[in-house]
């Protein structure tokens, strides 16, 4: 039995008066990858912080787990169960890696334990007590998603996880983003590279302008590529 | 008579120690500072009159309800640390993502309101208050003859001075504030009530001025405008340290009490304003203060 774990409809978002999002639909099942393609500045990173309530103001209905989240503060959103790996990846100069590691606080149970992420990512075990932003481009991405993980957040939001790293790290990302599906967490993920997502996804959604404009099966790929191609230059 | 630059020694040592001892109040009072302006970008001009009201809350405990000084030590600070957190959800709030201006002229007009009804209340003159009966009397350094209250206020607010510093740099709770201060909005974006913890670090800045306030209750007359010299310095002594240094904050604080301290052997006449020449000197030479960040 296939269950929504997140449900979007009619999603408006504005920064100050500037109208970014204008009506996003879309639904992501428990268990499911979906990525978000589209254009730079097409409105993908907005989508994934209107989720969490990161921009100015926004309307419509985000459905959470079965709770409606529109309304509420970004802690108590994240507290639904949400993880957030921003596209500037957000790591934190003041803290060490293991500080940046344990410092978001649970949100649900079953989350990874830290020694195990250690062992996920062994780079970062090496150099625990290392400024985070010390770290290389690929450990403080690696950072980034392991300390998401430590939560038990079960929907994880991860912006341009293979953004601008060498590909031997690009691939590491892949392997962790397939053992993450295979255990059962739900992934949004926001993707230019086009090549990193396709063999992850189960379905994608293409947005242009701050809209969905198309949505499809992993399946559908082939069929879709002549379009992907003209709206992506994939 | 043994002389350094034809200064006799004692001397030295002796407005040394005492340097230390204004400079232990300048350490907690800048400390409170630098950790609210940290988090929160906001000048709090209220500070000195979080100060006097931490004595005077010690004064009013001991002479209506009979707290004696080691129980006010813990209870002034909890009280106006209470007021602080009311303070910053009622009004301070208000003002976040607004211009730092903003909540530099609140924060002036909430010092004006509590010392004009700290003076109203109970005058100009002010009152002194008791030495502990633990504290009294004086030990004999050898150099100089100093009152075990003064010792005392340099040991408590070394203590005090260490324990934040602990707390901030080497604790869980640490590292969420300093996240805080770095990126609040992500930090929310993972679950933590940031709000929440905003208001706890004012209550916790202001609480630190309260107890500064009861250690130098003793020392000088309590009254509602105490505070309002003292902070000049403070601020100049933030400056100093660099804008949200907790590090910078302790050290200059200490130090300039010790440059006080010398200032008086060398040049007394100098006393009132070397901080201010230092800072200005600071400002040209290094403008994000000695342990700022660039
Ligand atoms: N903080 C902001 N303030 C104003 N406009 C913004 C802000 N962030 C993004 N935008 C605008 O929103 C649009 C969508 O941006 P974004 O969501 O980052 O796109 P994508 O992630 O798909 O590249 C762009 O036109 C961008 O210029
Ligand atoms: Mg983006």
Known sequence: MTTEFLRVTNLHAFYGESHIL????????????????????????????ALLGLVGSRSGSVMINGREAIGLPPHRIARLGVGYCPEERGIYASLSTEENLSLPPLVGSGGIAAEELYAMFPNLAERRATQGTRLSGGEQQMLAVARILRTGARLLLLDEISEGL?????????????????????????????????????????????????????AALPAKMGMLHEFLGV | MTEIFGFPVVVVLGQLVLGLVNGSFYAILSLGLAVI?????????????????????ALLGLKLLGVNYWAALVLAP?????????????????LAGLDP??????????????????????????ESYPVPEALRGALNLGFMILPRYRAWVIVASLAVCFGTWFV????????TLRAATENAPLLQAFGVNVPLLV??????GVALAALAGVLAAPVILVNGTMGSSIVI????????????????????????????????????EASNIVVFVIMALVLVLRPAGLFGRE
């Open chain 2, 37 to 57: 302006f940290g988090l929160m970008r906001v000048v709090n001009f209220a500070h000195g009159a979080f100060y006097a009201l931490g004595a005077v809350t």
């Open chain 2, 168 to 175: 901030i740099e080497r604790t869980r709770l640490g590292a």
């Open chain 2, 78 to 94: 909890l009280v106006v640390g209470l007021l602080g957190i009311l303070v910053e959800r009622l009004l301070l709030r208000r």
């Open chain 1, 22 to 49: 204008h009506g996003v639909d879309f639904s992501v099942n428990r268990g499911e990858v979906v990525t978000l393609l589209g254009r730079n500045g097409a409105g993908r990173t907005t989508t994934l912080k």
């Open chain 2, 101 to 126: 201006l903003y909540g530099l002229l609140l924060t002036f007009g909430i010092a004006l309101a509590i010392e004009g009804t700290l003076q109203q209340l109970f005058g100009s003159s002010g």
């Open chain 2, 199 to 204: 208001a706890l670090t004012y209550g916790g």
């Open chain 2, 233 to 268: 310095v403070v601020f100049a002594v933030v400056v100093i340290g660099g804008m949200g240094s907790i590090l910078g904050a302790i050290v200059s604080g200490l130090l300039l009490g010790l440059a006080e301290g010398l200032t008086k052997v060398v040049y007394p």
């Open chain 1, 166 to 218: 060498a590909p031997v790290i690009v691939q590491a990302l892949a392997r962790t983003v397939r053992t993450l599906r295979e255990r059962g967490y739900t992934i949004v993920m926001v993707e230019q590279n086009f090549r990193f997502a396709a063999p992850l996804a189960d379905r994608f959604y293409v947005m242009e302008r701050g809209r969905i404009v198309d949505g499809f099966p992993a």
